[in-house]
């Protein structure tokens, strides 16, 4: 069953197409990573899944349903999105950074509840940041301010959560730390997750589900043993490499034929032909 999908949908900015007439349905309960080359539509494909850019054609369905005719609050019950490099007000506490993602239900009517007072602690306990709910959002690592956005969306109760590009500036372990995070969300709570991410590699061990993207269009779409290609590669990201199995997660890994690997390697193929 797919909940989220779309049919026909192009997205433009000025005027100028970047997603083109695309059709694509989000497996649910799985994790699908976009992956792509800069520029490719990858963030503007999410941001029209999250109902934040208008179709210049096309429709994007929640559930079969038109997403840009359902309400605000509505959609907000349902979809989480975590944008890239998302910023705060200054002084903001973790906690009441979370509390915001019980916005969409709070009414005139029905103002903070046990309910939202139980998902925002809930949230802090699921990523890890009950002990530093009272810290500024300000002396917070990199990978703590992340876990604290995600605990927001946590928060927000949704089925689905929307994150672009979730590791960007962060380093090595705290990447690893958020997507390992991710996963058990996934894993434990069956949430369906589609991330934007630029590491191939950590898109194979994560992902239940690849969509390669090149000019605005779905180059290839499947699991990452299906997607993950030595000509994906070449023809996406314009980029020689090897695939081989990742010793650790067993998925496919891709190696990079670089400019230097290359000589290195016309050099021995030289050396070889004079040598016989």
Known sequence: MNRLSTRRLTLAYDGVPIIKN???????GKITAL????GCGKSTLLRGLARLLKPRNGTVYLDAADLFKLSTKEVAKQLGILPQGPVAPEGLTVRDLVALGRYPYQNWLQQWSKEDERLVALALATTGMTELAERSLDTLSGGQRQRAWIAMALAQDTEILLLDEPTTFLDLAHQIEVLDLL?????????TLVMVLHDLNQACRYADYLVAVKEGCVYAHGTPMQVMTEAMVREVFGLGCR??????????MCIPVGR???ISQEVALKGDRFST
Do not use: F, H, S
């Not at 695309?22 to 649910?28: H, Q, R, T, V, Y």
């Not at 992956?35 to 800069?38: D, K, Q, R, S, Y």
């Not at 695939?243 to 496919?252: K, L, M, R, W, Y």
């Open 243 to 252: 695939i081989v199995e990742d010793p650790v997660a067993g998925t496919p």
């Open 183 to 191: 996963l058990e969300l996934n894993q434990t709570q069956g949430r």
């Open 260 to 262: 230097k690997l290359k």
């Open 22 to 28: 695309l059709d694509l349905a989000i497996p649910e």
């Open 35 to 38: 992956v792509g080359a800069n």
